[in-house]
T-cell receptor, first 111, second 109 residues
Framework: EPEVTQTPSHQVTQMGQEVILRCVPI?????FYWYRQILGQKVEFLVS????????KSEIFDDQFSVERPDGSNFTLKIRSTKLEDSAMYFC?????????FGEGSRLTVL | KNEVEQSPQNLTAQEGEFITINCSYS?????LHWLQQHPGGGIVSLFM???GKKKHGRLIATINIQEKHSSLHITASHPRDSAVYIC???????????FGPGTSLSVIP
């Protein structure tokens, strides 16, 4: 069964530090997404990525966030200067012919 | 108003019971997804629907496009079905999905 792999599974960081979350999508998928879930809340959309560029981003995805696919395989989410409110579970998702595949998530804790 | 609503919010069932979780949405969609979120947080796709009905094992999902409503049924529920079940919709193909609030299911032996 194909799977989406995310690293790290858990990261603890100090406020103001940069964080990079990594995702290895399923190899023939072309559409990539980042979502986040603050503890106790529903999952929210951050950004979608297709053909090496952002196709849509939410209001949450401000200048502190960026995404890239640096080597044609990994898909990364960078938070430049973390805030306390960035503490959440971050999910990478990919889509091929329709079905969505999610990674196990990266839990980010900002102290 | 939330674009995707689910009911009930929480559900406790005895092992073996038939379970129904409902989802209603207020926007035009190209697809509706039923997802399962494990206690550890990981999300697994159960179904993607654009019309009709799908069945996988003890799970059945239906959708009524005209009424903007979908249901997820679990037959012969088991404690291992305990999880959060999430309905999510996509307005167009390959669009982001809009998540519902989830239904927390607990199946007691």
């Amino acid at each position: 069964e194909p799977e989406v792999t995310q690293t790290p599974s858990h990261q603890v960081t100090q406020m103001g530090q940069e964080v990079i979350l990594r995702c290895v999508p399923i190899s023939n998928h072309l559409y990539f997404y980042w979502y986040r879930q603050i503890l106790g809340q529903k999952v929210e959309f951050l950004v979608s990525f297709y053909n090496n560029e952002i196709s849509e981003k939410s209001e949450i995805f401000d200048d502190q966030f960026s995404v890239e696919r640096p080597d044609g395989s990994n898909f990364t989410l960078k938070i430049r200067s973390t805030k306390l409110e960035d503490s959440a579970m971050y999910f990478c998702a990919t889509q091929g012919t329709g079905e969505l595949f999610f990674g196990e998530g990266s839990r980010l804790t900002v102290l | 108003k939330n674009e995707v609503e689910q009911s009930p919010q929480n559900l406790t069932a005895q092992e073996g019971e038939f379970i129904t979780i409902n989802c209603s949405y207020s926007v035009g969609i190209s697809a509706l997804h039923w997802l399962q979120q494990h206690p550890g947080g990981g999300i697994v796709s159960l179904f993607m629907l654009s019309s009709g009905k799908k069945k996988h094992g003890r799970l059945i999902a239906t959708i009524n496009i005209q009424e903007k409503h979908s249901s997820l049924h679990i037959t012969a529920s088991h404690p291992r079905d305990s999880a959060v079940y999430i309905c999510a919709v996509a307005k167009t193909s390959y669009d982001k999905v809009i998540f519902g609030p989830g239904t927390s299911l607990s199946v007691i032996p």
